[in-house]
């Protein structure tokens, strides 16, 4: 089974650390102590940290903290970050105004 | 719906690459970018690139990108700027936004070339206004012509942190330090030289504990870090500075591969999460294609090369070209990109401890610790000879890709072979002019012109000077050494400048000839003008 | 072969995860298997939050009005964590006489089952909702309806059966229920076999082809479904909000950010690539719903859109049942792209029915044999 998987696997007590107030997603102002302790929660996965914290979730959508956010878990869960996978991408790249995401034309149309 | 043989999602060096090379053979090809100007990171390299000349090496970053966007041009590429593709969806669409609209675009191969993105590390007080990025800093700079402080500390000492050091000087700022937690430097030796010899400190195995400042940085806070990183109590020391520049590495921007469903793979060695793909630089996705630090973050100079093996591949994939030329010239490319890919540099030597050169000498560990030679430590590798009248002394000790100043001396005194990696050698047989050339074309500005028998008791030193404003023949001042300190009291006797040095002048000074292999920078005395 | 345990579940979305809840309070040994390497991966973090009586089919109502009452008020106390619950009503809007029409017969058979809900002038509405745009002509109002963050509660029943020792297995593709001596009791995986006394089986779509290996089916389809958040914004209103034409569905949630689900009307026909990738043409055509209801929000960003599949079941409405002709085995699934409103209603029904208690709502209506010809 992989690591991830068994969320019955001990991993030890949250114990608290001089740095947890750093923050570590700043779009959504989400602290390391969040996020371990988010991990002491059950929260295995990035994917699960997110949804469970909104890291990653603001404007950049992970551009910034998504690399730290691993580091943070996998040290946490005593993983290599290759088996963390990663969260997930979405459409769009970059925020889009609603006026301007539902002001679709043909190319060469004057926009 | 609007249909393109070949869509390309960025206008960097990777993208434009592949766009023209798809030109080429036929192909209708348009190029998105999110930027008001095409060429991706290239626009803000002013500085010379390395390789070969295949490679484009000597030629300053951005005036490549302008080569490229004329070849795109000349070629009938579309290249649409202010386009920031937002999504790339089923059967190879893709959605731009253009001004304030929505466009939908439909390619029967698309390239994916979006580059890399800049890491951060957290610290105390690292979202200060003041911490940024290196390669925003840049952007700042040769962009848009800000300087992003005035005293600056530079994290991270690969060769994005050493040549953003070097513009931030070029802009005038003073870069108070470079830090590394690293215990050596992670960039080309002659970079962090370049530095060095201005004055730079280099703080190896130290990392920065935290920003000070309650609205924005007002200084760092640095501590010694040992083997484990942990910090050694009672090494900490303050900074006063007003910025902070972060280049700990890029990560590919893979986004809109992801959202499209291609299978991905965590590899340290490319900076993170990739599209896999072939050697052709197809994804799992058929007609979807990477290319550039999307795939694997590197150089430009690899990521021209990997776009337009792209580009071609791109063209037999849509039937315009046969698979024996695809596999013809990929394999030409590709030999290319492996020279590139040689060296104590290359991805499998990365964390590797490397104590001697490929020839067998020893690799300076002061160089790697300090940014700069010792003075015995200089005189014993090729490029480095003693002989009377005027000759090239050339302080490059570390096996990179590079080779501009063999071809640039018109009287074959330099010689590299065609191992592109080797340490020239200064052929003490051949006759040196003086000329220069070869100071000019060095990317790293590792050749001085020595003459130790310059007059009576003086020798004449030339270096190779990018910095404004430009010293005046008669001017006097100082000569700094190579780690920056003052040596003695130095003249200019000569300074240089012609279109062929393209931007690197030759600053020509007298010092006493005992300064001869020391002095190898000019500092102006501003008492004395 | 891992031990025999006393309930096995299959499926680690919010229903699964409520009635491992509802089990371990009990004290009831529950291993709960999740195919994706998630915990709620599927339609449980894909929907649009609502916690709705409104609307709903009169066969579906006591489920919702049952929760609303008795389970949504306290759920973040009794979970130990915010999940977001708001009860400020409903309104569904409609522009045109026709949409009026459509609303008066959702309202009257809701309203019929004693549901308060009721139909409003736009005036009204506006009052509820001052901005609401002037096409807007009327609404049906339930003031006890509201919504929910599904990501939250689905991992707070999650964390909360974690804690009381259920143990949830991640990356574990069921491929089989097999029955031992006349009793479902193995399950399958690609890692191993689990032993179970009862069974659940709540994995949505992918009940069906589960179903399959003890000789059974569901009749229903997947179809994908996209829902798009925005940046966040300053609190402008707090009701949950549909149309009579379905253009669009949401709410702000309590981050701030707009959560607004839609469809293009291309849903049921949508290509499947294997991953529930977004269609091009739907983000665009949410936001030019919400804009003719909500034109303030114009110039409000779309930072996300993502796509999921819903089961929908023949006749619309989920199977909730026991399978006497397989004992042991008990199956939750079909919710129709309705089903976290009730979810934990459904988790309490289920955990009911795995222990043996009688369940406190009559489940007749939800049978896994109901399915018939239609002559």
Redesign the interface.
């Known amino acids: 089974m992989h690591n991830v998987n068994n969320r019955s696997r001990d991993i030890g007590e949250f114990v608290p650390a001089e740095d947890d107030e750093l923050l570590i997603c700043r779009c959504e102002e989400i602290t390391k102590g969040e996020i371990r302790r988010a991990i002491h929660d059950g929260m295995f996965t990035l994917t699960e940290i997110r949804r469970y914290l909104r890291t990653g979730m603001g404007l950049c959508q992970g551009q910034t903290c998504g690399k730290l956010v691993k580091e943070i878990a996998a040290r946490e869960l005593g993983l290599v970050l290759s088996e963390l996978g990663n969260a997930s991408s979405r459409v769009p790249m970059r925020p889009i105004e609603m006026k301007v995401f539902g002001n679709e034309k043909e190319p060469g149309e004057n926009a | 719906m609007k249909r393109y043989d070949l869509i390309v999602v960025g206008a960097g060096p990777a993208g434009l690459s592949a766009a023209v090379e798809a030109a080429k053979y036929g192909l209708k090809v348009v190029v998105f970018d999110e930027n008001a100007n095409p060429g991706g990171q290239l626009f803000k390299q002013v500085h010379k690139f390395f390789g070969s000349k295949e490679h484009k090496a000597k030629i300053r970053g951005f005036r490549i990108g302008s080569q490229l966007l004329e070849e795109a041009n000349n070629l009938g590429v579309e290249v649409v700027l202010n386009a920031t593709v937002a999504g790339l969806f089923q059967d190879k669409e893709i959605t731009v936004r253009i001004k304030d609209s929505i466009q939908h675009y439909k390619g029967d191969a698309i390239l994916v070339a979006t580059g890399a993105a800049e890491n951060m590390v957290p610290f105390k007080g690292w979202t200060l206004p003041g911490v940024i990025g290196a390669g925003a800093a840049q952007t700042m700079m040769n962009l848009h012509g800000v300087v992003p402080g005035q005293k600056i500390l530079m994290l991270g000492s690969g060769n994005v942190g050493l040549v953003v050091s070097y513009q931030l000087l070029q802009a005038g700022c003073e870069v108070v330090a470079l830090v590394d937690a690293a215990p050596k430097i992670g960039g080309y030796g002659v970079h962090a030289a370049k530095l060095a010899r201005t004055g730079v400190p280099f703080y190896l195995s130290h990392t920065i504990i935290k920003a000070e400042g309650t609205d924005c940085v007002t200084g760092v806070t640095i501590a010694e870090v040992d083997k484990t990183w942990k910090t050694i109590p009672g090494t900490a020391k303050s900074l006063a500075v007003d910025t902070i520049c972060l280049a700990v590495g890029l990560s590919p921007m893979a986004q809109l591969l992801k959202m499209a469903g291609c299978i991905m793979e965590d590899n340290p060695k490319k900076g993170g999460q990739v599209p896999v793909c072939n050697a052709y630089g197809e994804t799992s996705l058929r007609g979807v294609f990477v290319a550039g630090d999307v795939s694997g973050v590197e150089e430009a100079s690899s990521a021209m090369i990997e776009g337009r093996i792209a580009g071609i591949a791109a063209a037999e994939y849509l039937g315009y070209i046969d698979k024996a030329v695809l596999t013809e010239v990929a394999e030409a490319l590709e030999s290319a990109l492996s020279s590139l890919r040689q060296g104590m540099f290359a991805v499998e030597n990365r964390g590797k401890n490397i104590e001697k050169t490929d020839e067998g000498y020893v690799v300076s560990q002061h160089l790697l610790k300090k940014g700069y030679f010792q003075d015995a430590e200089v005189e014993k590798y090729p490029g480095v000879t003693r002989q009377p009248g005027v000759h090239a002394v050339i302080e490059c000790s570390q096996n990179i890709p590079c080779n501009p100043c063999q071809d640039a001396c018109p009287r074959h005194c330099i010689k590299i072979g065609d191992k592109i990696t080797s340490l020239p050698v200064v052929d003490e047989t051949a006759n040196c002019s003086g000329c220069g050339m070869c100071v000019a074309a060095c990317s790293g500005q590792a050749i001085f012109l020595v003459n130790e028998g310059y007059e009576a008791g003086y020798a004449s030193i030339t270096i190779p000077y990018e910095f404004l404003p430009l010293p005046g023949e008669g001017d006097r001042g100082w000569a700094l050494d190579r780690g920056g300190s003052k040596v003695c009291a130095a003249e200019v006797v000569k300074v240089q400048t012609a279109p062929v040095f393209d931007h690197t002048s030759l600053l020509t000074i007298k010092v006493p000839v005992a300064m001869a292999m020391k002095a190898r920078f000019f500092k102006e005395d501003n008492c004395h003008a | 072969m891992h031990k025999c345990t006393e309930v096995i579940i299959i499926g680690g979305g919010i229903i699964g995860a409520a009635t491992a809840y509802y089990l371990a309070l009990q004290g009831i040994k529950v291993v709960v298997l999740e195919k994706s390497?998630?915990?709620?991966?599927g339609g449980s973090?894909r929907n649009g939050g609502g916690v709705r009586q409104s609307g709903r089919d009169p066969r579906e109502l006591p489920l919702a009005m049952y929760g609303v009452q008795n389970i949504w008020p306290t759920l973040s106390d009794e979970l130990g964590m915010d999940v977001e619950y708001v009860k400020e009503g409903n309104l569904r809007l409609g522009k045109t006489e026709q949409h009026l029409n459509i609303l008066r017969n959702l309202t009257k058979r809701c309203v019929d089952l004693g549901l308060d809900v009721r139909m409003i002038e736009a005036q009204e509405a506006r009052e509820i909702c001052p901005y609401l745009s002037d096409e807007v002509i009327g609404a049906s109002w339930c003031p006890t309806d509201g919504h929910a963050n599904p990501?939250?509660a689905?991992?707070a029943f999650?964390?909360k059966a974690?804690?009381l020792g259920t143990?949830?297995?991640?990356?574990?593709n069921v491929l089989e229920i097999k029955k031992i001596k006349g009793r479902a009791r193995q399950v399958i995986t690609a890692?191993g076999i689990y032993e179970g006394e009862t069974i659940i089986l709540a994995a949505g779509y992918d009940s069906r082809k589960i179903l399959g290996t003890v000789g059974l089916d569901v009749p229903m389809t997947k179809i994908s479904l996209e829902v798009l958040?925005?940046?966040a914004q300053p609190k402008m209103f707090g009701q949950m909000l549909g149309t009579a034409m379905a253009d669009f569905y949401g709410h702000q949630s309590k981050?701030g950010s707009f959560v607004f689900g839609g469809s293009s009307g291309f849903e049921d026909t949508n290509?499947n690539?294997?991953?529930p990738?977004?269609?091009?043409?739907t983000?665009?055509?949410i936001?030019?719903g919400?804009?003719k209801y909500f034109p303030l929000?114009?110039?409000?960003?779309?930072?996300?859109?993502?796509a999921g599949w819903a089961d929908i079941s023949a006749d619309k409405i989920p199977v909730i049942s026991p399978v006497e002709e397989v004992p042991g085995l008990i199956v939750a699934c079909g919710f129709t792209g309705h089903g976290f409103g009730i979810a934990p209603t459904v988790g309490l029904l289920v955990a009911q029915l795995a222990s043996g208690v009688k369940p406190v709502l009559d489940l007749a209506e939800f049978r896994y044999d109901r399915f018939k010809a239609k002559i």
Not at chain 3, 37 to 41: A, E, K, Q, T, V
Request: charged content about 25%; overall charge positive; hydrophobic content about 35%.
């Open positions: 390497d998630n915990i709620g991966d973090s990501l939250l689905t991992l999650y964390r974690r804690a143990e949830f297995i991640t990356g574990e890692n958040v925005t940046e981050h290509k690539n294997g991953t990738i977004t269609a091009s043409i983000a665009p055509c936001c030019r919400i804009m929000l114009k110039d409000v960003k779309i930072v996300r859109t993502w």
